[in-house]
């Protein structure tokens, strides 16, 4: 199996995997590339994998589907381009003999879904969207900090060795603002080099994995003594596990 960040926009990244003849892609908010891609290594689109409702996700859903017959997947929730098969927490998305679990993962969205897979090539791997960024998470646009730690949590349960692959290249800015939340975490403060020295050659800091994301990401590590003491300092009313969360995803909505 092949994985592939296809870059589209200003920093999303479309995921495609293929196994030389057939392929799935994730999130496809834009056409081109995925055709582009489809053409340059000679496979046929097998599916479509969406993990939430937002444009820069869904917008090349149709073209795509039109032009290759592939099958969609989403959530069951959210409204999405019709038709495509919806799912739900504990139901499967099957593509190249792979079957992923579908786990229900809202914050980001409403309804926002992720896709994890057990085995791929002898590794667990995880499609999570706009929910975990390497070093970060996303804006709650539309749930609550509660229902964002609990997804948050779901996702950290996962094998050390899940491969994270996130729709977005934030990560430099992410771990600027993790640095200044935890100075002293040696792990985060060597990652941050490594990715420094990835995107000065333009390429891509992920997919990450589970273990070092709950080394580095503060939003995996908001109930750390250090990183609680931090956002104390930003809000001293944070006492709870979910009011620290909140406040830290306060504090990085603001942070320059």
Known sequence: MKLIPLPAFTDN???????????LVVDPGAAQPVLEALTRFGVQLEAILVTH???DHTAGVEALRLATGATVYGPQQELMPEPLTRLAQGEQAHS???????????GHTAGHIAYYCANVDGAPLLFCGDTLFSAGCGRLFEGSPAQMLASLDKLAALPDATQ????HEYTLSNLKFACAVESRNTALMDYA???????????????????????????????E????????????????????????????????
């Open 13 to 23: 990244y479309i995921w495609m995997l293929h196994d030389g003849h057939h392929a």
């Open 164 to 167: 994270i692959c996130c729709a």
């Open 225 to 256: 003594p250090e990183v609680i003491h931090a956002v104390q300092g930003f809000d001293a009313s944070a006492r709870d596990a979910v009011s620290v969360f909140a406040a830290l995803r306060r504090w990085k909505n603001e942070f320059r």
């Open 193 to 223: 080099a490594a990715a420094q020295q990835l995107r000065a050659t333009q390429q891509p800091t992920l997919p990450s994995n589970m273990l070092l994301e709950r080394q580095v990401n503060p939003f995996l590590r908001s109930r």
């Open 96 to 106: 190249l003999g792979l079957h992923f679990d579908v786990l229900e993962v809202p």
């Open 53 to 55: 409702h937002h444009p």
